[in-house]
C-alpha cells in the first residue's frame, strides 16, 4: 500500500485488534491509536461479573499490557478525544488542538450507556456501566452487602448487574418494561427461564414498571419512584436502559449514519477512505442480503468487536472478504452460563424448538423461522456453539431443519 498513515479512533477491543492485525499482516506504515480513556484497551464483559464481583484482576482483562502498544510500533494515545474528521485534508482533529493525518481512517467508538429520561435520571448517585471506573464505583457500593439495589432495565448489563449484586448480599429488586427479563432479546418464552433463575436467587422482579423519577440529592440517591406513586427505597440505583452507539463524530463529518455508522461488507463506510468496525458499525451482512432477508445489524457484543476490527483491519490493507461472520455472544449469571449463536433479529416472530433439560437449566433452544435455524441458545451446555453457528449458516443458506432431529440430544447436532 502506497498510503502510510493510518488512524484509528477508539481504542477498545475493536481498536486494539485492528491495530494488531494492521501489523500482523505486515503493514509498516504509521498507525495512531486515539482513546478518549486514560487506559490501555480493555475487555468490557468483566466489568458486570468477574470483576465487579471481585474475582477478577483489574490487568486480566486489558487487550495488551500498556508496554505493548509501543512495541509494536503503535501510537498509543489514550486520554484523548477525537472531535472532528476533515475528510478533506484528511485530518483527524483532537482534543486540545491537534490532529492527526491519515491516509486511511477507521472509526472504533462504541457506545455509551442510554441516560435514564425521568426527573432525577442524572442525580450523581444512578449508576452507568461502561467503562472500569463505573465498575469500580459500582462495585464500592455493593461490596459490603445488605443495600438495597434497584436496577432500571432488564436486558443483558441490567440483569448481569442484579446478578452479580445479588450474589454479594444486597437486596436487589429489577424493574422490568415487559413481563419478564430479556423479552426483547430473548422472547416472552425464554425471558421467562431468566426471571425463573433470578427469582430462585431472590431477585425481586417487578413486571410493567415505569419510572417516575429517582428521589435523592446531594449525590445520593434514596429511591425511585413508580408511575403509580410507589415508591421503591433504594442506596443503589442502576440505570441500565440500553446503549446508543457513538456516532457523533461519523455523523458530523457527514458519513451515512443510522443507527450506528452503515458500513458494507467490507467494513467501509461511505467514504471510502474511512471504516468503522465493533459496536459503532451497522453492516450489510452478505449471507442476509443473499438470502433477501433483513440484512442490516448492528451488534453490541464482545465477539463482533473482537472479530470486526482485524477485518477492517484486512479490508484496510486490500482484503476484498465480504466479513459474514455469525453473530454470537454469551452471558453468565448466578451458575447460569449461556451462548447465543445467530440472528436476533430474525429470531423475533420464529418458532422455538428446545433440546435438552429445560428445568434442570441444560438445554439449547433453536429458533426456526419458516423452517431454517436462524438462531440458538445453549445455557449450561458446553462446545456446541460452531455447530449452531454451522447450522445456522446452512439455515440462513436454505437448508430446512428436521424439527424433531433438533429437540433429541441423542440426535447428533452437525
Ligand atoms: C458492562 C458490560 C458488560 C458486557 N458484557 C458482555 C458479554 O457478556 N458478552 C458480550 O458479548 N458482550 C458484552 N459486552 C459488550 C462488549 O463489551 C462490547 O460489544 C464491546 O466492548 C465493543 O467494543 P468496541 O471496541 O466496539 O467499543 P468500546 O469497548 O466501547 O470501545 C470504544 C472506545 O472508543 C472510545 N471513544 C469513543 N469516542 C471517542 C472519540 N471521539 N475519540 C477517541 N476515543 C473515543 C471510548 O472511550 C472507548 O474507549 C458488555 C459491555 C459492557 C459495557
Redesign the pocket.
Known amino acids: 500500500m502506497a498510503e502510510e498513515r493510518i488512524v484509528i ?9 485492528a491495530a494488531e492485525e494492521l501489523r500482523n499482516r505486515g503493514f509498516e506504515g504509521e498507525i495512531r491509536l ?4 486514560p ?1 490501555a ?9 468477574g470483576y ?1 464481583l471481585g474475582e477478577e484482576e483489574r490487568a486480566s482483562f486489558d487487550v495488551h499490557p500498556l508496554g505493548w502498544y509501543a512495541e509494536h510500533g503503535i501510537h498509543f494515545v489514550p486520554g ?4 472532528g474528521i476533515d475528510r478533506e485534508a484528511r485530518l483527524v482533529q ?2 486540545g488542538g491537534d490532529a492527526a493525518g491519515y491516509d486511511r481512517l477507521l472509526l ?6 442510554r441516560p435514564l429520561p425521568v426527573p432525577g435520571g442524572d442525580l450523581a448517585g444512578v449508576q452507568l ?3 472500569v471506573e ?2 469500580d464505583a459500582l462495585r464500592a457500593t455493593l461490596d459490603e452487602g445488605g443495600r438495597r439495589v434497584v436496577v432500571i432495565g432488564s436486558g ?2 441490567g440483569m ?2 442484579a446478578s452479580a449484586a445479588r450474589t454479594l448480599g444486597n437486596e436487589v429488586t429489577v424493574l422490568m418494561r415487559g413481563g419478564v427479563p430479556l423479552a426483547s432479546q430473548l422472547g416472552a418464552q425464554l425471558g421467562a427461564d431468566f426471571a425463573r433463575l433470578h427469582e430462585e436467587n431472590g431477585v425481586v422482579l417487578r413486571p410493567g414498571a415505569a419510572v417516575r423519577e429517582v428521589l435523592g440529592g446531594a449525590g445520593r440517591v434514596s429511591g425511585v419512584e413508580l408511575d403509580g406513586g410507589e415508591v421503591l427505597p433504594a442506596e443503589v440505583v442502576i440505570a441500565a436502559v440500553g ?1 446508543e452507539p ?1 456516532v ?2 461519523a455523523a458530523s463529518a457527514g458519513l451515512a449514519t443510522d443507527d450506528g455508522v452503515l458500513i458494507d461488507e467490507r467494513l467501509r463506510t461511505s467514504d471510502e477512505r474511512i471504516w468503522a ?5 451497522a453492516a450489510t451482512h452478505p449471507l442476509l442480503a443473499a438470502a433477501g432477508l433483513p440484512s442490516r445489524i448492528r ?8 472479530k ?2 482485524p477485518a477492517a483491519a484486512r479490508s484496510m490493507l486490500g482484503d476484498e472478504t465480504p466479513y459474514d461472520e455469525i453473530p ?5 449469571q448466578f451458575d447460569l452460563g449461556m451462548e447465543y449463536t445467530g440472528f436476533a433479529h430474525l429470531a423475533a416472530d420464529a418458532e422455538v424448538v428446545i433440546r435438552g433439560d429445560r428445568a434442570a437449566r441444560e438445554f439449547i433452544a433453536f429458533w426456526v423461522r419458516q423452517g431454517h435455524v436462524v438462531a440458538g441458545m445453549n445455557i449450561n451446555v458446553w462446545d456446541v456453539a460452531d455447530q449452531i453457528a454451522a447450522l445456522v449458516r446452512a439455515g440462513i443458506g436454505g437448508d430446512t431443519a428436521d424439527l424433531a432431529r433438533l429437540a433429541d440430544p441423542d440426535s447428533p447436532l452437525g
Open positions: 479512533v477508539g481504542a477498545g477491543l475493536a481498536g486494539a485488534g486515539i482513546g478518549a480513556e487506559h484497551p480493555y475487555i468490557r464483559p468483566p466489568l458486570s461479573k465487579l484523548v478525544a477525537a472531535t483532537l482534543a472504533a467508538t462504541g457506545a455509551s450507556p456501566l461502561r467503562t463505573q465498575s443483558w448489563i448481569e448487574a446503549a457513538a457523533g463524530l468496525a465493533g459496536d459503532i458499525a451488534s453490541e457484543h464482545w465477539a463482533n468487536a473482537e470486526t476490527g454470537y455472544f454469551y452471558t453468565d
